[in-house]
T-cell receptor
């Protein structure tokens, strides 16, 4: 079945440094990938999405490129801010039921001054 | 901005009791979803709906029922709550491949 894998549970770094969060997926359908961000005690919110192979998509300083050849959709930012501290989920559209999202286990990003 | 509201936001229930979590959306989206969020598991799909009168099982439906009486409302029902159902529950509505989440309902079963 469809699945999403995020390998890092926690990423800690200092303000101003770059960050990359890993996301790989498995699906037998044409992939449509998402990154959601969830700040403490808030709802998950869409950060960015893509279904186009090898095209970079950007939003709020974050960017990701869908690579079908490696089944990956890694999230990056060049310079993190304190406000980027949050839980980040990678997700995949599942065409097997209701076009629901299948989520990875999430990566917590903690940015220190 | 799409609007999804959940109630109650916090609930303490006793084991064996019945719990109903309610969700209302004003986006006129056909699809609605219930997820639960647990550390180490991310968000897991419990039930979803294509529209009024429709409910479908997600990945972890055991112990849960769902009801979609109207386009706007989608409820999650725990007929016999158990401590393993202690979690944060999120409702979402969706269109054009984007889901909009409610603020979540924190349920503790004691």
């Amino acid at each position: 079945g469809d699945s999403v894998t995020q390998t890092e549970g926690l990423v800690t770094l200092t303000k101003g440094l770059p960050v990359m969060l890993n996301c790989t997926y498995q699906t037998t359908y044409s992939p449509f990938l998402f990154w959601y961000v969830q700040h403490l005690n808030e709802a998950p919110k869409l950060l960015l999405k893509s279904s186009t192979d090898n095209k970079r998509t950007e939003h709020q300083g974050f960017y990701a490129t869908l690579h079908k050849s490696s089944s990956s959709f890694h999230l990056q930012k060049s310079s993190v801010q304190l406000s980027d501290s949050a839980l980040y989920f990678c997700a995949l559209i599942s065409y097997q039921g209701g076009r629901a999202l299948i989520f990875g286990t999430g990566t917590t990003v903690s940015v220190s001054p | 901005e799409a609007a999804v509201t959940q109630s109650p936001r916090n609930k303490v229930a006793v084991t064996g009791g019945k719990v109903t979590l309610s969700c209302n959306q004003t986006n006129n989206h056909n699809n609605m979803y219930w997820y639960r969020q647990d550390t180490g598991h991310g968000l897991r799909l419990i039930h979803y709906s294509y529209g009024a009168g429709s409910t479908e099982k997600g990945d972890i439906p055991d112990g849960y029922k769902a009801s979609r009486p109207s386009q706007e409302n989608f409820s999650l029902i725990l007929e016999l709550a158990t401590p393993s159902q202690t979690s944060v529950y999120f409702c979402a509505s969706g269109e054009r491949n984007t889901l909009y989440f409610g603020e979540g309902s924190r349920l503790i079963v004691v």
